[in-house]
């Protein structure tokens, strides 16, 4: 295998010399030098050396030529079988002259037999074939005619016109007829070729046949019949027509890819025509003013032919032209057609900016560009703010010269904004257009729909304020200026309790309420920020510079205004506010930063209890980030199933025997221990968990309460807490009765403990619910009583077989007389609609004795037992009830004495 260098090894280096294309020249120099000292050298020689010489290179010519034809023939080149042809009957034409010269007593003329017999049929036979003549144009032919003729008549006229007798005869007429088919042959190879470009071959070809013409007219003695070879001039013409013809008969053989002319350098109409009314003028002068030169038939009919190809060529030549005329018109009416519809508009214009030349198109005719912008200066038209902007689109176009640069741009009118889209091209190089190009069209309506999209996409539909995006757009722009002496505040607002104006006014009021607030807002802060509306009921402020203006002020201001009540057409309704602050001091801090910095400080207002601002401290965003941890790990401990429950005895307080227990959440985890429960259900119900919560622990509640039914076998009921969310939903009904029926719990063994937020409930979808489940058997109690929304009216509207006391008004009851009044009077009403009564926060014993004073019936308290997980549950009652016997009720039981709890 050769390697890398082997392979190049043959390739020219940089010491290689190397024949460059100034060497080839000095070298074809060199050699046309030698051949033309040669043919001098030879016309000095005495006349019988010049005939031999003259008979044995026409000779070599001749074996040449038919060598390379056949060769051509043999290798299969393209037109192999006309350049045989050609190159036999040339070879046979110039041997027929050979041996005319060299062999052949003078009197005799047998080589012209040859000549004529077989050479010029050849010839002319694969002339036609090989230059292309069967594809050419019919003015070329005539063309070629005419120079054809032209010729004739100069070799006439030169050679002093031999009487018509004289000419027709076969010395004179064969030497004639040859230098009117050498010429026809020279003018149509140039003429005519493939595809209109002129091959290598044809140029040789035209060479050697325009010589060998040439030749034939300088011979004095060709055209009288006479020998000429003696002639070193006329012969050394000969040979040096001869070279060509070999030439092009080896370079065709050769059979390799031909260089033609990029744009052939054909003869014009008028060049043949001049020839042959240059002809006809030297004919004139010399008939007229020479004496002893009478006219000749002959001489006329060769006139008459020229003449009358002349006027055939210019005739065709107008018809020509009319039909170029006709198939413009045709295209331009096309192009008009096509164009009718275009919508562009093209100028002209110089390097001043002034149109020289104005091409409109009926469509696109508009207010935007008038008729009769010839010689207006377009900056003149142009908005004076756009006006540099064309001058800078015209050195971008100086720069890369033909090339558009496009531009959209305003024009001058003062009635309303109008649009174009333009693009600059830079032509002055062009000597077909030596100006700028500029193309415009009219495109106000769709900058106008653009604007519409760009508003649509930036400002707020319903209140016109920036939106959400825009809003982004103006933080990252101010806080890339923030500093210590500079700082940049967001204020991140929300409405508070709009959802009830929305559940109970509708929600169009809901939407009045926001635009009210929106324009109010916007007045108040004026040009010192920008407030926009982020989505829903909230907002978020942008104070560009805080460096006077003090952030929480002006959030307070905020939350003021809106004191004084919003007219919603005739409505007059007061809504308040919460709002976080974040001040920005590094550049560095991203939007999303700062808005949730601002939404942490928010979150705080809002659990402080609203219409509040609160500023951020890094603690909140501690907080929220917790609160984001919890949450999730609550969604993986609701799908894990690892939320337990602790169960809490409810005792009898005459006999202090357990009744019943409550279910209590609990959450362990791994790395921070116990969640308070009230801190998860909070958790829950703001992220929407508070559902599946909800039944997760109804399930283990009634699980763990079948299980002491079971093992214990004291027919004890639980009571599990239930939110009023669980409560709204369409299939809570269904999921209680599920569960009850999947863990073979029966109704009266479970107790729903609701709070009095229940009242909320307008639509009564609670109500409906709770309704249900107690005619299925399902106790419900009512927990908390005493706090929030506790109103005596209720109890007799609401489903209730049990009233639970909230701690702190057991509490009360303890401090003072009074207290102690209002329990035994909520007591007594409660036993008269027949609500068993439980006291929570029995801590002492104390505690205990004062409400069974009150006449309290149940009772709930680490007085009694702390909450216990299940399985300590069942050991604890198995402990108090050891002789507990399926079915008995646990009343009729008596209980193990253990010293107290």
């Known amino acids: 295998?050769?390697?890398?260098?082997?392979?190049?090894?043959?390739?020219?280096?940089?010491?290689?010399?190397?024949?460059?294309?100034?060497?080839?020249?000095?070298?074809?120099a060199v050699g046309a030098a030698c051949l033309l000292g040669a043919l001098l050298w030879r016309s000095g020689l005495p006349a019988t050396q010049v005939r031999t010489s003259y008979g044995l290179a026409m000779g070599i010519g001749a074996a040449a030529i038919a060598v390379g034809a056949v060769r051509a023939r043999l290798r299969r080149v393209p037109h192999g079988r006309a350049w045989l042809a050609f190159g036999l009957g040339l070879g046979a034409a110039m041997g027929g002259g050979a041996w005319e010269t060299l062999a052949v007593p003078e009197g005799s003329h047998p080589g012209y037999l040859i000549v004529l017999a077989v050479g010029v049929p050849l010839v002319a036979g694969s002339l036609p074939i090989l230059i292309g003549l069967s594809r050419a144009r019919l003015d070329g032919v005539l063309d070629s005619v005419l120079v054809a003729g032209a010729g004739m008549l100069w070799a006439w006229e030169l050679q002093f016109q031999p009487t018509t007798t004289d000419a027709l005869d076969r010395a004179h007429l064969t030497p004639l007829a040859f230098v009117g088919l050498c010429s026809a042959m020279a003018t149509v190879a140039l003429l005519t070729g493939t595809h209109g470009r002129i091959s290598r071959t044809s140029w040789l070809m035209s060479a050697g046949f325009g010589m060998q013409a040439a030749a034939i007219v300088v011979l004095p003695d060709t055209l009288a019949g006479r020998p000429y070879a003696h002639s070193g001039l006329g012969t050394g013409m000969m040979i040096l027509g001869v070279l060509p013809l070999v030439a092009a008969v080896w370079v065709a053989a050769a059979n390799r890819p031909q260089a033609v002319t990029p744009?052939?350098?054909v003869l014009r109409w008028w060049a043949?025509?001049?020839l042959a009314v240059g002809s006809w003028v030297l004919q004139t002068v010399v008939g007229d003013h020479l004496d002893g030169l009478p006219g000749d038939r002959f001489e006329q009919g060769l006139t008459v032919v020229v003449g009358t190809t002349l006027v055939t060529r210019v005739v065709l030549m107008v018809r020509s032209e009319q039909e170029a005329m006709g198939a413009l018109e045709s295209q331009r009416q096309r192009l008009e057609t096509i164009l009718g519809d275009a919508q562009d508009h093209v100028l002209l214009v110089d390097e001043a900016f002034v149109v020289r030349d104005q091409l409109t198109f009926p469509a696109a005719a508009t207010p935007a560009a008038p008729e009769g912008l010839t010689g207006v200066c377009l900056l003149d038209r142009l908005h004076p703010e756009d006006a540099a902007l064309m001058r800078r689109g015209r050195l971008l176009a100086a720069a890369q010269p033909g090339i558009s640069h496009r531009q959209e741009l305003r024009l001058a009118d003062p009635d309303r904004v109008v649009w174009i889209e333009g693009t600059i091209a830079d032509h002055t190089d062009d000597p077909l257009i030596g100006c700028l190009v500029v193309t415009f069209r009219d495109i106000t309506d769709r900058r106008l729909a653009e604007d519409e999209l760009f508003r649509q996409a930036r400002i707020d539909e319903l209140t016109d304020l920036p939106n959400r995006n825009a809003v982004r757009t103006e933080a990252e722009t101010q806080l890339l200026g923030a500093s210590a002496a500079h700082p940049v505040a967001l204020l991140y607002a929300d409405l508070d309790r709009l959802k009830v104006v929305n559940d109970s006014l509708g929600h169009h009021v809901g939407d009045q309420v926001i635009v009210a607030v929106a324009r109010r807002w916007a007045q108040l802060i004026g040009n010192r920020g920008t407030?926009?509306?982020?989505?829903?009921?909230?907002?978020?402020?942008?104070?560009?510079?805080?460096t006077d203006v003090d952030p929480m002020a002006t959030a307070q201001q905020l939350i003021d205004a809106l004191e004084q009540p919003l007219d919603l057409h005739g409505l007059a309704l007061t809504?308040?506010?919460?709002i976080g602050v974040a001040t920005v001091v590094e550049p560095s801090t991203t939007v999303d930063d700062g808005l949730r910095d601002a939404d942490a400080a928010l979150y705080v207002a809002k659990n402080d209890g609203g219409n509040r601002a609160r500023a951020f401290d890094p603690a909140m965003h501690?907080?929220?980030?917790?609160?984001?941890?919890?949450?999730q790990e609550l969604r993986v401990a609701l799908r894990d199933g690892t939320i337990d429950i602790h169960l809490q005895p409810l005792v009898d307080l005459p006999t202090e025997t357990p009744v019943s227990f409550e279910a209590l959440v609990r959450w362990h985890l791994a790395d921070s221990g116990m969640v308070p429960a009230d801190r998860l259900i909070a958790m829950a119900e703001e992220t929407g968990l508070i559902v599946p919560l909800g039944d997760h622990v109804l399930r283990r509640a009634c699980d763990a309460m079948h299980r002491i039914r079971t093992e214990v076998g004291l027919p004890m009921s639980v009571a599990v807490n239930t939110s009023v969310i669980q409560l709204l939903q369409p299939a809570f009904v269904s999921t209680v009765l599920t569960t009850l029926a999947e863990t073979n719990l029966p109704a009266e063994a479970l107790v729903l403990e609701v709070t009095e937020s229940l009242l909320l409930d307008e639509d009564g979808v609670a109500l409906s619910a709770l309704?249900?489940?107690?005619?299925a058997g399902v106790g419900v109690s009512l927990d908390d009583f005493g706090t929030g929304y506790s109103s005596l009216s209720h109890l007799g509207t609401f489903p209730l077989d049990e009233l639970k006391l909230d701690r702190r008004l057991v509490a009360t009851a303890n401090d003072s007389v009074a207290g102690a009044a209002v329990l035994g009077g909520i007591v007594r009403i409660a036993e008269t609609i027949g609500l068993r009564v439980v006291a929570e926060g029995l801590e002492v014993a104390a505690d205990a004795q004062r409400v069974r004073a009150a006449g309290v019936q149940l009772g709930q308290g680490w007085h009694f037992a702390r909450p216990m997980p299940v399985e300590d549950a069942v050991a604890w009652l198995r402990a108090r009830f050891p002789t507990a016997r399926r079915g008995r009720h646990v009343a009729d039981l008596a209980p193990v004495a253990d010293g107290g709890a």
């Open 575 to 578: 809504v308040t506010a919460s």
């Open 531 to 546: 407030v926009g509306r982020v989505g829903g009921d909230e907002f978020v402020i942008v104070l560009p510079d805080t």
């Open 771 to 775: 309704t249900a489940l107690r005619h």
């Open 1 to 28: 295998m050769q390697t890398h260098s082997e392979e190049r090894h043959d390739l020219p280096t940089a010491t290689t010399p190397v024949r460059s294309g100034r060497t080839g020249l000095v070298l074809w």
């Open 263 to 265: 744009r052939p350098r």
């Open 622 to 631: 501690a907080a929220a980030v917790e609160r984001l941890r919890l949450e």
């Open 272 to 274: 043949p025509a001049a």
